[in-house]
């Protein structure tokens, strides 16, 4: 038997010491799922946002599984509704549900509990960035065909990562560029040779990752992000987030960057964390002035050298656009798949929201596409008329 409830503290009713338990016996966790992520999340949840864990516990009252939500006013497809997301939305790049690999006959209950709060709690969940290995996909799809209950599920995006594990040279040779790419980043090496340059690979302290943030704070202020006003560093929005996040995450030894001086000066850089012995990719800067010396291919080249001598298993891209790339897939035919999974609530609204967002909008995605097909032809037959 399972005893599930709604926390509406963390700390009041989970200690740091359970839930790294729960993160470490965890094989989905990731970096965005662990304690210094997810209470700065908590500490930064804007107003009118409110905090909500489900937290599963064994018959021993062991906590074997925890869904660290938050419930917020939001308008989705022109509809206001109260809906329910991960904790680390909208910045966390991959979420795993945090469910005990020997307690995972507690996700139907979960299941269960869910649907009993929609409606008087929220009228849509939405899990985005999730990623699952443990079949947790598929038992909630049986599940909501048994109960009849409203569910849907899409792909977002494959993200690649590229395995360091080789087993043999085969494999290694595998990962390399091609040689077109290879002579074009020896090309970029000769050209910083000749000027004042150095590239790291560091994991910095506590101590020292806000000078580091400082110094990428004010590249990006400097690049296309600062002036389009979509920096991590910069926005007002995630500004203090990052910084109170890289500190924490410095201070667990889990902030890594690669980064490329030029005359005293952060040319460029990639953020990322270290997490069970893989770098994530995060975010990446340059100064505008060196935006023709493709330094981000560079850095990539230098991170994945470095991370192969320092025994790191893989490197992670971490997140990718529906319709967007990382230069590791030039490396790599290893991807994660991360899915945008619906529950529909009970409310009115609830069941308004499903019939839009599994009926309505594919259908007229699905029209605006054949329309543009029978112009596209049209103009073809036209143009074929007229010669």
């Not at 002036?227 to 995630?238: A, H, K, L, R």
């Amino acid at each position: 038997m399972y005893q599930i409830s709604v926390a509406t503290s963390m700390t009041k009713f989970v200690s740091e010491h359970e839930y790294k338990g729960l993160v470490e016996a965890c094989v989905d966790a990731t970096v965005f799922n662990d304690w210094p992520w997810l209470t700065t999340a908590i500490d930064h949840l804007p107003k009118q946002h409110q905090f909500v864990g489900i937290l599963i516990k064994d018959s021993e009252s062991q906590l074997v599984g925890m869904l660290p939500l938050r419930i917020a006013p939001e308008t989705l497809h022109g509809v206001p509704a109260q809906v329910a997301r991960f904790i680390q939305y909208p910045l966390g790049d991959r979420i795993g549900v945090l469910l005990h690999p020997q307690h995972t006959e507690a996700w139907t209950p979960l299941l269960n509990y869910l649907q009993q709060l929609s409606g008087a709690f929220w009228d849509c969940m939405i899990w985005n960035e999730w990623t699952d290995t443990q079949g947790l996909l598929e038992k909630s799809i049986q599940w909501a065909e048994t109960n009849d209950a409203p569910v849907f599920h899409r792909v977002t995006s494959h993200c690649p990562v590229l395995s360091l594990d080789f087993k043999t040279e085969e494999e290694k040779a595998a990962s390399y560029l091609s040689k077109k790419k290879r002579t074009n980043i020896r090309r970029i090496r000769n050209r910083l040779s000749q000027v004042n340059s150095s590239t790291k690979h560091i994991r910095p302290t506590k101590d020292e990752a806000q000078e580091l943030v400082d110094k990428m704070r004010a590249t990006e202020a400097a690049s296309w992000k600062g002036n389009e006003g979509v920096g991590i560093f910069n926005d007002p929005g995630t500004s203090d987030f990052f910084n109170d996040v890289s500190k924490r995450l410095a201070e667990n030894d889990q902030l890594d960057l690669s980064i490329i001086t030029i005359d005293n000066e952060l040319a460029s850089y990639k953020y990322g964390f270290y997490f069970r012995n893989t770098f994530l990719d995060y975010s990446i800067g340059y100064l505008p002035k060196y935006s023709k010396l493709g330094l981000g291919r560079l850095l990539l080249d230098d991170l994945v050298n470095a991370a192969t001598e320092e025994g790191y298993s893989a490197v992670d891209a971490s997140r990718v656009g529906a319709d967007t790339q990382h230069l590791l897939i030039e490396r790599t035919n290893q991807k994660t798949p991360h899915y945008r999974f619906y529950f529909f609530g009970k409310s009115t609204k609830g069941k308004l929201l499903k019939a839009l967002v599994v009926h309505i909008k594919p259908n007229m995605k699905s029209l605006r596409h054949r329309y543009r097909e029978w112009q596209s032809s049209r103009g073809i037959t036209q143009g074929k008329a007229e010669k």
